[in-house]
């Protein structure tokens, strides 16, 4: 990725680089919550929760490359830490890219850097049937001049850590046409009861658990934009992107491990056959790392376009980087795992990649590929594909 314009932003990037040399806790693998944890502290620590907020607002104002790389080196400390962080990213750079006039927003983002708040998201309901434009949670006005809404989660993921939350609901107060609104719930206006916790497969360092949340908040923490438009231009490429730099971060983990056993095994005709089918390997990763930059320059030179067929064709782009970035994972993992052998295939030990074999495959599945390939199938005589 290319340099960063401002060499101060360097220190935050470099801490990210540090993080493994600051956590005292031990992970273990299919426990991964404790250490998961630790990896936040520390995040929270070097002040990375808040790196996207603008100088005016007290932070530094990091651009995306620099975010992407900050995300990548979290990744290859803990993909659980860093899936965390990605979904935080795509929440806060909803705050700062959106509303930037507004005394609320502006006041949310200067406590995002002092006390590196955690934001979670909450767009997903059930009633809708997984549709995220579609919401039967309300909002009431309250006689305090505050408004009101209940909205029934089906998961929320790192609830209990967040400062604050962004909520989805319909806005039919103006007795027009109902909209659908974002709203910026800070933790302390929120009441909730929490239902079953998903046990997951894989990133179990990450609780993701059913909510009923009852929010009771000042109206101007309604975002002005309305949620389609937050969500096609900020919220889901900017996740998408940073999804990708987990995966790479993964795949890096893989690849380290699986040079690390080459290297112990010393020279040989079958060290020579692994050593060429692992460059094959670093090739994929490359040309992971390749797409990621791509979709970043692209998305910052894009910015907020009104243009419909170029915002469609990135629209495009951003499902495809998730879909393309999710398989280059899962076949490097798995031909890590089948040149490394049974000591990759060990639950535990320096070169067992069992959290990091069933971490891939969480993947394709967040959001499900199928889904957005089926979405894309849709656009796709509308999008070019050109140099």
């Excluded at 993080?19 to 693998?29: A, P």
């Excluded at 000042?218 to 389609?228: H, L, M, Q």
């Excluded at 040309?287 to 629209?315: P, T, W």
């Amino acid at each position: 990725m290319k340099p960063d314009a401002n060499p101060s932003f360097e220190k935050f990037i470099e801490a990210s680089r540090n993080l493994g040399k600051l956590i005292s806790v031990e992970n273990v693998s299919g426990n991964e919550k404790p250490y998961t944890n630790a990896v936040l502290d520390a995040i929270r620590n070097e002040g990375l929760m808040s790196v996207v907020v603008p100088p005016s607002m007290g932070g530094p104002g990091l651009d995306l490359h620099s975010i992407a790389k900050i995300n990548f080196n979290i990744a290859r400390v803990s993909a659980s830490a860093a899936l965390i962080y990605a979904m935080h990213m795509s929440q806060a750079y909803c705050i700062v890219q959106h509303d930037n006039q507004s005394a609320f927003f502006d006041d949310l983002q200067k406590r995002m850097v002092r006390d590196q708040l955690l934001i979670g998201s909450a767009t997903s309901e059930k009633g809708v049937g997984g549709d995220i434009f579609g919401s039967v949670c309300e909002i009431a006005p309250s006689a305090d001049g505050r408004i009101l809404l209940k909205k029934d989660c089906p998961i929320i993921s790192y609830f209990e850590l967040c400062g604050a939350v962004l909520i989805t609901a319909m806005d039919k107060r103006s007795g027009g046409k109902p909209k659908q609104v974002l709203i910026a719930a800070e933790s302390k206006d929120i009441e909730f009861t929490q239902g079953p916790e998903m046990q997951l497969t894989g990133l179990r360092g990450i609780v993701n658990r059913a909510y009923e949340l009852n929010v009771r908040c000042d109206p101007e923490a309604i975002f002005s934009e309305g949620f389609v438009k937050i969500q096609r231009d900020t919220m889901t490429p900017v996740v998408n992107i940073l999804w990708a730099t987990v995966w790479s971060g993964i795949a890096w983990q893989a690849i380290d491990r699986l040079k690390r056993a080459v290297a112990k095994e010393g020279k040989s005709d079958a060290t020579s056959i692994v050593a060429f089918r692992m460059s094959a390997l670093i090739d994929k990763h490359y040309v992971m790392n390749a797409i990621i930059r791509d979709s970043i320059n692209e998305y910052q030179k894009l910015g907020r376009s009104q243009d419909i067929v170029k915002g469609m064709s990135f629209s495009a782009r951003s499902a495809r980087l998730k879909v393309v970035g999710a398989d280059l994972l899962n076949d490097i993992v798995r031909g890590a795992l089948d040149l490394i052998g049974m000591r990759g295939y060990a639950l535990d030990g320096s070169y067992s990649l069992s959290e990091l074999v069933r971490d891939a495959l969480s993947a394709p599945l967040m959001v499900s590929n199928l889904r957005l390939t089926l979405r894309n199938s849709k656009i796709e005589r509308y999008v070019d594909e050109v140099l």
